[in-house]
């Protein structure tokens, strides 16, 4: 029955308030700091401009006083796994053992090591664990709150051109108040089911089958109730006189402070430089 | 300027996203398969029915937060890429809705005769692979006599569904198999340019993985949908029927 108690508890990053300075930035800035240093990552492909990439976000991880020891716990399941695809990776990667400078280190049959192999293994690697530490500092240092708040507030220019900033909000809003509930109702309908001895967990050689229509019974009474809320939801807004965003204002103001620029500025220049250093070569 | 069809589709949006969030970041969002990876994915599901009952724009915004979800949730590399993980989710929710909107009002007559289209393509694809010799001038036959075989099977049971069963039920199935494959394609696609995967290996991928989750994907599609919608024939529960 354990088994079942662990939907309600879902969290898409869990917020650990430590009080830093991070925590207290405004959320639209973390966003776009967030955004700007994760296109940073992705179009960085050198050693050591992703290495120093890796050093500043992990900096940051430790100046918000998260649990970096905590974070890095969450790969363990997953590690034989990135381990064996990593080492896919590195003997039938071809794509760019053509690149300019890359010299064959092993050649066996179709397997073919170049520099070019490892520095993409290597670098995807790299890119990955700072991906995973951006993340957790976006979502660990912001209430989910904030997160929407600063996203409706970032969408807002572009209401004039046409796009729903303001619904768009609202739906994550609406879609984070209702994960624990539905979280609630799956756990409901699984015990409910697991009383009339359907168990969750299949077995037998139909198992794809089986998984299909076991996801289908849980899945389907899953869709209807929410269905039915919503339909409360949109009655009870229409009650309260719900009319979009236009003239709305709101209970808490964001506003910039001066240490908001001053990581904006800084994550910009990280920014120029990333860019710069794809001209220069670097090792 | 905001009428309840407004509200509705806001609403409906947010509990498909809850939905999405619940599946993506449970592991009840997948389901045991016999494929090396072990799990086919229903979390994409909300953006397809999404997709279908709400329209284009919220199958659009229901895949971007079931990519954003894989993309936080990700301990592999390769969805650690937003490129990955992000921009193909969107597509999701579109392709199944534009499917469905092109075929909706479509006959039976009308959808044997795509059907009929649908297996000359493939067969003239197959013909293609086959008299086109690779580079070391050699034949492939296996995989043109796969896609033969198999495209001739699909069709062949569709047509048979299509003769006995509603045909707005057969067109939701068509829709969530688009839906499914445009996850399955175009994130293996981006993990093959992006270098994380040979095409080999992501073709192996495809087979293993995508095939499982278009069936999964309509199984529970339509499920949900004539649930929902009211669609075809349902056997009423004994029960009900009691006289008393």
Same mark, same amino acid.
């Given at each position: ?7 309600? *508890? ?12 991070? *925590? ?112 957790? @500092? ?15 507030? &970032? ?7 046409? @796009? ?38 299949? *077995? ?13 019974? @849980? ?41 908001? &620029? ?22 | 300027?905001?009428? #309840?069809?407004? =509200? ?8 498909? /996203? ?23 994915? %229903?979390?994409? %599901?909300?953006?397809? !029915? ?31 890429? $937003? ?6 989710? +969107? ?25 009929? !289209?649908?297996?000359?393509?493939? /067969?003239?694809?197959?013909?293609? %692979?086959?008299?086109? $010799?690779? #580079? ?7 995989? $043109? ?42 994130? +293996? ?21 995508? =095939? $499982? #989750?278009? %069936? ?29």
């Amino acid at each position: 029955m354990a088994s079942y108690q662990a939907l309600r *508890h879902v969290s898409i990053g869990q917020y650990i308030p430590t009080g830093s300075a991070i *925590h207290r930035l405004d959320p639209r800035i973390k966003l776009v700091c967030f955004a700007l240093l994760m296109a940073c990552t992705v179009i960085i492909s050198s050693y050591s401009g992703s290495l120093a990439l890796l050093v500043l976000i992990t900096s940051a991880t430790l100046a918000a006083r998260l649990p970096l020891g905590y974070l890095l716990k969450s790969l363990r399941p997953a590690l034989p796994f990135i381990l064996v695809l990593s080492l896919l990776q590195l003997l039938f990667y071809t794509s760019g053992s053509g690149a300019p400078g890359a010299r064959v280190l092993f050649e066996r049959g179709v397997i073919t090591i170049t520099t070019a192999s490892v520095q993409a293994v290597v670098v995807a690697l790299i890119r990955f664990l700072g991906l995973l530490l951006l993340t957790s @500092l976006l979502t660990n240092t912001t209430t989910t709150g904030d997160l929407t708040h600063g996203i409706e507030h &970032l969408l807002r220019p572009l209401t004039r051109l046409g @796009l729903p900033g303001h619904e768009l909000a609202l739906v994550c809003t609406i879609a984070l108040r209702f994960v624990p509930i539905l979280g609630e109702q799956a756990e409901a309908i699984l015990l409910a089911q697991a009383s009339r001895t359907i168990t969750p967990e299949p *077995h037998g050689v139909r198992k794809l089958v089986d998984g299909a229509t076991r996801g289908a019974r @849980l899945v389907v009474p899953l869709f209807v109730d929410a269905y039915r809320r919503s339909e409360e939801l949109v009655l009870a807004m229409q009650a309260r006189c719900y009319h979009g965003g236009r003239g709305r204002t709101q209970w808490r103001a964001l506003r910039l402070a001066p240490r908001d &620029l001053v990581a904006l500025g800084l994550v910009i220049l990280i920014l120029v430089g990333t860019i710069l250093s794809r001209t220069i070569v670097l090792p | 300027m905001y009428d #309840e069809r407004g =509200i509705r589709r806001v609403v409906n949006a947010g509990l498909l /996203l809850a939905i999405t969030l619940l599946l993506a970041l449970t592991r009840i969002g997948f389901i045991p398969a016999p494929t090396p990876a072990g799990n086919a994915t %229903i979390a994409h %599901i909300p953006a397809i !029915v999404g997709g279908l009952l709400e329209g284009p724009l919220v199958g659009l915004i229901v895949g971007l937060g079931f990519g954003f979800a894989s993309f936080t949730q990700a301990t592999v590399p390769m969805f650690k890429d $937003p490129l990955v993980a992000i921009l193909p989710r +969107l597509f999701i929710g579109v392709t199944a809705a534009y499917t469905y909107l092109a075929l909706r009002q479509a006959t039976k007559a009308q959808l044997k005769a795509l059907l009929a !289209v649908l297996l000359a393509l493939l /067969l003239y694809a197959a013909w293609r %692979i086959y008299a086109t $010799p690779n #580079e070391d001038g050699s034949q492939s036959v296996l995989i $043109p006599v796969l896609i033969a075989v198999l495209g001739t099977a699909l069709v062949a049971g569709l047509y048979l569904w299509l003769g006995k069963q509603d045909p707005r039920i057969v067109v939701v199935a068509m829709a969530a198999a688009v839906g499914s494959l445009t996850n399955t394609i175009l994130v +293996l696609g981006m993990a093959s340019l992006r270098g994380y995967l040979s095409p080999a290996v992501a073709l192996t991928i495809g087979i293993t993985h995508g =095939i $499982p #989750e278009v %069936i999964i994907a309509a199984i529970i599609v339509i499920a949900v949908v004539a649930a929902l919608r009211g669609l075809g024939q349902r056997k009423r529960s004994r029960v009900s029927q009691a006289p008393f």
